[in-house]
């Protein structure tokens, strides 16, 4: 955003925000090492820290209307490397959340979908294989060159993995998941 205009802020949003996440997003001092490790940043509106400035500005209607808030896969790479152990995962689920409660318009067109993928992956292999996950998004929508750029650039800067890798016990992590899932293909 270039400049931000008094009535575009909406008192309180911020502190929701953390109550719902449990995070305390003030302690962000943007130092971008989220935004820098975010195997998805470069498929966002908005990077890892610039959505938590926003939330922080209480920017509500226009992070809650933001693709970037969809396209994060709670995948905690960048929590890993956060200095504060930001927990941007929880935040960004908890903006989902309050996007969907208040009708605000997806920010990414059939994202629902993708997430599906996410939890089908997590369900396989007890954890995600991004590179499966955006086939098998493609495959769905019959989209199978958009986004190539993306694709091609994750792979050169070794973000995306070719093969799986799987936790030691996969079905401890299926035991979290409800029955309808037991036809994942
Ligand atoms: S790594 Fe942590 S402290 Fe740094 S910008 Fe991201 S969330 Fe903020
Ligand atoms: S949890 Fe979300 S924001 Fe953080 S690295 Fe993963 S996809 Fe990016």
């Not at 802020?9 to 943007?30: D, T, Y």
């Amino acid at each position: 955003m270039d400049k931000i205009e008094k009535h575009q802020q909406q008192p309180g949003f911020f502190k929701e925000v953390v109550r719902r996440s449990g995070v305390n997003i003030g302690l962000c001092w943007h130092c971008k090492c989220c935004s820098a490790g975010c195997p998805f940043a470069e498929a966002m509106d908005y990077l890892p820290n610039q959505a938590l400035r926003m939330v922080q500005l209480d920017l509500k209607e226009e992070i809650l209307k933001s693709s970037c808030i969809w396209i994060c896969v709670g995948c905690h790479t960048c929590s890993v490397e956060c200095p504060q152990a930001i927990d941007m995962s929880a935040v960004m689920d908890t903006l989902r959340q309050m996007a969907m409660e208040e009708g605000f318009p997806l920010g990414q067109p059939n994202i629902l979908n993708f997430h599906k993928e996410v939890v089908n992956s997590i369900y396989r292999h007890g954890r995600t294989h991004k590179l499966e996950i955006m086939m098998r998004y493609k495959l769905g929508r019959r989209e199978f060159f958009s986004d190539m750029d993306v694709g091609i650039s994750m792979l050169s800067k070794r973000k995306l993995d070719l093969m799986p890798s799987r936790v030691e016990q996969p079905a401890e992590i299926r035991k979290l998941f409800t029955e309808d899932m037991e036809d994942v293909p």
